[in-house]
T-cell receptor, first 114, second 112 residues
Framework: KAGVTQTPRYLIKTRGQQVTLSCSPI?????VSWYQQTPGQGLQFLFE???????NKGNFPGRFSGRQFSNSRSEMNVSTLELGDSALYLC?????????????FGPGTRLTVL | DQQVKQNSPSLSVQEGRISILNCDYT??????FLWYKKYPAEGPTFLIS?????DKNEDGRFTVFLNKSAKHLSLHIVPSQPGDSAVYFC???????????FGTGTRLTVIP
């Protein structure tokens, strides 16, 4: 099976712009979660989508949003970019929701905000 | 508030010896724990997990131990190999939630 894929792998944007990142989960996986990794904060949960609905949300401002399509692919959007949004954005998929459930990560999108 | 903590940012071990990576958590609702390995420019790779009903889980060279009373878990790698050099993240989740809480990682270097 192909793993989780994320596009693009690298992005450079300027403050105030918006950006959309894409994630294709492992075939058959229905849950997609997004994480932000920064040197100071480590990996932090952004949100989770399952069956095209946001099921859980981390402690991030409303500038961070996402959606999931009927084929389980997901996008996340960051509007009005700030310098502090520079990070590695990771997408993870799992076959279902609930306990005892490994998440499988993609390679990430490295976003640099200038 | 960091609910999962890895207090050792780095660890160096000789090839063939045991590597022990430690992790502490504060949230008593966590009932599932995972270890991930991460190489530069790649996403974290799942290694091994343990549920709170167990105190040990083994998979080849990797063993995870869970001490619920101390809210502590550890990952043992025996024998350590140079290819094990990476950043290791401990993660935890609670029943009913699909989000993982991660520690800040420990960089393991295995010296040939």
């Amino acid at each position: 099976k192909a793993g989780v894929t994320q596009t693009p792998r690298y992005l450079i944007k300027t403050r105030g712009q918006q950006v959309t990142l894409s994630c294709s989960p492992i075939s058959g996986h229905r849950s997609v979660s997004w994480y932000q990794q920064t040197p100071g904060q480590g990996l932090q949960f952004l949100f989770e989508y399952f069956s095209e609905t946001q099921r859980n949300k981390g402690n991030f401002p409303g500038r961070f949003s996402g959606r999931q399509f009927s084929n389980s692919r997901s996008e996340m959007n960051v509007s009005t970019l700030e310098l502090g949004d520079s990070a590695l954005y990771l997408c993870a998929s799992s076959p279902y929701r609930g306990s005892y459930n490994e998440q499988f990560f993609g390679p990430g999108t490295r976003l640099t905000v200038l | 508030d960091q609910q999962v903590k890895q207090n050792s940012p780095s660890l160096s071990v000789q090839e063939g010896r045991i590597s022990i990576l430690n992790c502490d958590y504060t949230n008593s609702m966590f009932d599932y724990f995972l270890w991930y390995k991460k190489y530069p420019a790649e996403g974290p790779t799942f290694l091994i997990s343990i549920s709170s009903i167990k105190d040990k889980n083994e998979d080849g060279r990797f063993t995870v131990f869970l001490n619920k009373s101390a809210k502590h878990l550890s990952l043992h790698i025996v024998p350590s190999q140079p290819g094990d050099s990476a950043v290791y993240f401990c993660a935890a989740s609670a029943t009913g939630a699909n989000n993982l809480f991660f520690g800040t990682g420990t960089r393991l270097t295995v010296i040939p």
